[in-house]
């Protein structure tokens, strides 16, 4: 069902969770972002679900994927699952050793850490009344996906100076907050976001 060629105007591709799980959609992915990443942003957010992932398989498939994203985006739970031994700050270092351009880590109340190969940076979560996380992750995806194709930085070769993923991030962190203020899996509307420079 994939397309043999995608429209230009496609910049990104996301994926993760369970689309990098189940067949046939996993391994159709998978060939998917070989095809794509050189020409367009790939974003994987891993998203791990114990008990639902055959655990020696699904880590070699996110190695794979990994190698091949530009970005990476995950919680500090997720990279704990990649490597359980090591800081999420550590294994930010190693997601961007083995391909990725950009890490970004959802650290909940502890706000957002972004890595590149020459800096990191760290954001303060936006207090909020919490009523329901569900959805908070992918709104912070979308959020930073957003901002960076708002900023015309959603490229194959993405590289941001340290205020402008420090922006991005603290852009992302507002739309996770605003998610977890109401019930549902209900990210806001781009009119409930701040503007964006244009």
């Given at each position: 069902?994939?397309p043999a060629?995608?429209a ?15 067949e ?30 055959p655990?020696?398989?699904?880590r070699?498939r996110?190695?794979?994927?990994i190698?091949?994203s530009?970005?990476?985006k ?30 970004v880590?959802?650290?909940g109340?502890g ?53 402008d ?26 009119g ?7």
């Amino acid at each position: 069902m994939v397309p043999a060629r995608l429209a230009p105007d496609v910049k990104a591709l996301h994926l993760g969770t369970l689309g990098m799980v189940l067949e046939p959609m996993a391994s159709t992915l998978t060939d998917l972002v070989h095809r794509e990443h050189d020409g367009r942003v790939v974003m994987l957010d891993p998203n791990i679900r114990l008990g639902l992932i055959p655990d020696d398989e699904y880590r070699a498939r996110l190695r794979e994927v990994i190698a091949q994203s530009t970005i990476v985006k995950g919680s500090d739970a997720d990279l704990a699952w990649l490597y359980p031994d090591a800081s999420y700050q550590s294994a930010a270092e190693q997601l961007l050793d083995a391909g990725a351009r950009l890490v970004v880590v959802t650290l909940g109340a502890g706000g957002a850490f972004g890595a590149q190969p020459d800096f990191q940076i760290s954001v303060d979560a936006v207090p909020v009344e919490m009523v329901d996380t569900i959805g908070a992750g992918d709104s912070f995806g979308a959020a930073m996906l957003a901002w960076l194709y708002t900023d015309d930085a959603l490229k194959p070769d993405l590289r941001l100076e340290q205020a402008d993923l420090k922006s991005a991030l603290d852009y992302a962190c507002l739309a996770a907050a605003i998610t977890c203020s109401r019930p549902g899996a209900d990210p806001p509307w781009k009119g409930e976001m701040p503007a964006l420079r244009s």
